[in-house]
């Protein structure tokens, strides 16, 4: 990774993602810069999970934690750095 984050860490991501298209001119398409910032919840040699958000199954006799985040390959990260807070 760019820097040095690790599990837990509150972080902000610049990445390059795909991109769809449809009846327009490709070769004006191109990866697009997103952003994002989340806790990284898993890191390894290609990809990087972020979680953003964390929520209790509304199923009252579940037990689990769902939760929604991004799953980023190092590959297309720009900048990776821990967010201010």
């Given at each position: 990774?760019?820097?040095a984050?690790?599990?837990?860490?509150?972080?902000?991501?610049?990445?390059l993602?795909?991109?769809?298209?449809?009846?327009?001119?490709?070769?004006?398409?191109?990866?697009?810069?997103?952003?994002?910032e989340?806790?990284?919840?898993?890191e390894?040699?290609?990809?990087?999970?972020l979680?953003?958000?964390?929520?209790?199954?509304?199923?009252?006799l579940?037990?689990?934690?769902?939760?929604?985040?991004?799953?980023?390959?190092?590959?297309?990260i720009?900048?990776?750095?821990r967010?201010?807070v």
């Amino acid at each position: 990774m760019r820097s040095a984050v690790k599990t837990g860490d509150l972080v902000y991501v610049r990445y390059l993602d795909h991109v769809f298209f449809k009846d327009t001119d490709a070769s004006q398409q191109k990866p697009r810069v997103l952003e994002a910032e989340g806790r990284v919840d898993h890191e390894d040699p290609i990809y990087v999970r972020l979680v953003f958000e964390k929520y209790a199954d509304p199923d009252p006799l579940a037990t689990r934690v769902r939760s929604m985040g991004l799953v980023i390959l190092k590959s297309a990260i720009l900048e990776i750095r821990r967010a201010n807070v």
